[in-house]
């Protein structure tokens, strides 16, 4: 069974920064993908960046590239999303899940619960 733990989201101002972790439970961590995904209110479920299982490929979503990176240590089963210059426009709850290397939601087996992130402007 495969259980992952999202944190380190919080509220914070426009311009601040925030990592995110991702904890797992479980040895499916190491040999999959990484992905990020977010929920604001009303709005459907959207990809924010993904990770290679190996970290040699990353990719990410238009709306927060050059401002998020990610990142991942096999080792503690733990994966990173370091987002910088945070916009009101980033206030979401935001997912880890492992699966297949892939923007889409539906590629992705495993879920964490949520972690709330909240920009004041």
């Known amino acids: 069974q495969v259980q992952l733990v999202a944190s380190g989201g919080g509220v914070v101002q426009a311009g601040d920064s925030l990592r995110l972790s991702c904890a797992a439970s479980?040895?499916?961590?190491?040999?999959?993908?990484l992905g990020w995904f977010r929920q604001a209110p009303g709005k459907e479920r959207e990809f924010v960046a993904a990770?290679?299982?190996?970290?040699?490929?990353?990719y990410f979503a238009d709306s927060v590239r050059g401002r998020v990176t990610i990142s991942r240590d096999n080792a503690k089963n733990t994966g990173f999303l370091q987002m910088n210059s945070l916009k009101s426009e980033d206030t979401a709850l935001y997912f880890c899940?492992?699966?297949?290397?892939?923007?889409?939601?539906?590629?992705?087996?495993?879920w964490g619960q949520g972690t709330q992130v909240t920009v004041s402007s």
């Open positions: 479980g040895r499916t961590f190491s040999s999959s993908a």
């Open positions: 990770i290679s299982w190996s970290a040699g490929s990353t």
């Open positions: 899940a492992l699966g297949i290397y892939s923007s889409r939601s539906e590629d992705y087996q495993y």
